[in-house]
């Protein structure tokens, strides 16, 4: 027992890289090496959809990856990823555009080098705009409008923040997108202040003399870290009809002071199965945790979905009625525990370590996975009971998606 809680405990405190600049570039450079065969970088942006200047321009930029620039054709940098048998992928938030390579380790030089090309080089040609780029934009906001949870998420930012983190992630049919607001954003957001790198299976100072060797014949420009407007918290309720899958309400709040404590609330209202394969019916409605960190402010809540509108019903009225009621000493302690194993989790693959460290480059520096253990271990009933009286005394953030005429209203399910 002993030499797995220091296991433990030694594979959670290289969790974390320390942050380093690179040389020459001057490009905050972090990385973990723990000894796996393959390796992975992410160039990580400050080009989410809160800084885009139009709705839709960083979902087109995302598209944009892995095109034409100055040193390969699109069809080069796909044959040559292939044969090293790389996997090339781009991602988009609200805050952060990410463009990453996976690969065998010995490999990292050519695809930084093709990363950094994106990023200086790009050629933004018009005809792969026209015949490649938007029409992936299209299906992907498609995609999203006909999925009911993806849409309650988009109505619920836009009510809890209206601008910023509040517009919306996906480009729209009734918003085109112009080549030029593209290649503009792109030109303010591809500096040096705005970008880092984070890699996984190899050594911090290793990747940052190879961003500095692909950085030297194509400089990124310098110049101040992109801005957005402070956050700040609405909320309110919209009805939106739809008969595209479950019937579906997202019951959310949200506050511009980060506090551990509201992990430890949607942990305990909204819990995962301890079995993954339980013996208990499936109950006739989901109840899904949505729990959604920014850098100066955070969505909480939960989404309900059933296959009718009663269902939906009685389990949200479940949910309000539990995040009102005193938790117990147990109970709170069964909620830090998930919470706990929650945040050590999402740092074990790939996706959770770059949004982790991400976020230490850009917004936290003093961040790290034991940190945030010990802030949730310090969680009273007095701390949760304080924070549910501030979060209710604030306008709810309410969405329902489905068939509007039996839905709840908010006032119905206790809100």
């Known amino acids: ?68 620039t100055a040193k390969r054709s699109t069809l080069g940098t796909v044959r040559e990823s292939d044969l090293y048998g790389g996997v090339l992928s781009t991602s988009l938030s609200r805050e952060y ?38 029409p992936v934009v299209r299906d992907e906001a498609t995609a999203a409008s006909q999925s009911p949870s993806t849409v309650a998420i988009e109505a619920a930012h836009a009510l809890a923040f209206r601008t910023g983190l509040g517009a919306p992630l996906l480009a729209s049919p009734h918003s085109p997108v112009s080549l030029e607001s593209v290649k503009s954003f792109a030109k303010e957001a591809f500096t040096s202040g705005n970008v880092a790198v984070v890699g ?7 990747l940052a003399a190879l961003v500095d060797k692909a950085l030297a014949d194509a400089a990124l420009p310098t110049s101040s ?41 949607n942990a305990h209202i909204a819990p995962t199965q301890s079995l993954k394969w339980p013996s208990a019916p499936r109950q006739p409605a989901t109840v899904t945790p949505v729990h959604l960190p ?7 809540g939960v989404l309900v979905q059933g296959a009718d509108a009663k269902s939906v019903t009685e389990a949200a009225k479940a949910v309000v009625a539990k995040m009102k009621k005193p938790l117990s000493a147990d109970e709170l302690k069964i ?14 693959g790939r996706e959770g370590l770059v949004e982790a ?19 949730l271990d310090k969680v009273d009933a007095a701390a949760v009971s304080k924070t549910v009286s501030q979060l209710t005394a604030a306008s709810p953030t309410f969405v329902v998606v489905g068939d509007v005429k039996t839905l709840p209203y908010s006032d119905e399910i206790g809100l």
């Open 294 to 300: 920014y850098s100066d402010a955070v969505l909480t």
């Open 335 to 348: 909620a830090v525990a998930r919470a706990k194993f929650g945040a050590a989790a999402a740092v074990e």
């Open 200 to 206: 996984t299976g190899i050594d911090s100072a290793r």
């Open 225 to 265: 870290p992109i801005t957005a407007a402070p956050s700040k918290y609405f909320g309110g309720s919209t009805r939106i009809d739809s008969h595209e899958g479950p019937q579906t309400v997202f019951i959310g709040f949200g506050t511009t002071t980060a506090s551990p404590v509201l992990s430890v609330l």
């Open 97 to 134: 555009l990410a463009f990453t390579s996976e690969f065998l380790r010995g490999d990292e030089s050519f695809f930084t080098s093709v990363l950094t090309s994106i990023l200086t080089t790009s050629k933004f040609l018009p005809h792969e705009y026209t015949e490649y780029v938007l």
């Open 1 to 68: 027992m002993l030499a797995t809680r220091a296991s433990t405990a030694k594979r959670l405190a290289r969790s974390f890289a320390t942050v380093v600049d690179s040389k020459a570039s001057g490009i905050k450079v972090a990385a973990i090496d723990n000894g796996q065969p393959t390796a992975a970088v992410t160039f990580l942006v400050k080009a989410g959809s809160r800084y885009e200047p139009g709705p839709g321009v960083a979902h087109a930029l995302k598209n944009f990856a892995f095109k034409s």
């Open 357 to 375: 460290i991400g976020g230490k480059i850009f917004a936290n520096p003093d961040a790290s996975i034991e940190s945030t253990l010990t802030a």
